[in-house]
């Protein structure tokens, strides 16, 4: 009857052609970029004895302070081609793992103030 009919047109419909071509393409079996763009602010990583600061504060500069070790270290690990990066050593690095290794094109801004008070 029309029941068997309507389960073959289901699974005609569920056979679909853009399925198959998955996430790199579109429709029309044509490539698509896929692009990612990470903004990070690591603003209070200057040095606790120039801050002052206590508490809560002077913990989270040692944590963005430790994260911007990580990365130099992951960033100069990829520039060696090292055979293994070992990006598990901070969120901040974990979250940019994607962007900084495979075929990532990065760009690193840093404003530094050239100040002889944070000479060390």
Known sequence: GDSDDDDDD????ED???ARMGAGHDGNGAAVRVSTLNLVD?????????????GDRQKEGVKINLS???????????????????FRDSKLTRILQPSLSGNAR?????????????LE
């Open 10 to 13: 289901a699974s005609e419909e």
């Open 42 to 54: 690591l603003a209070g990583s200057e040095s606790v004895r120039h801050t002052g600061a206590t």
């Open 68 to 86: 911007l070790l990580t990365l130099s270290r992951v960033i100069s690990n990829l520039g060696q081609g090292a055979a293994h990066i070992n």
């Open 16 to 18: 679909d052609g853009d």
């Open 106 to 118: 990065m760009a690193v801004i840093c404003c530094a103030t050239p100040s002889d008070l944070y």
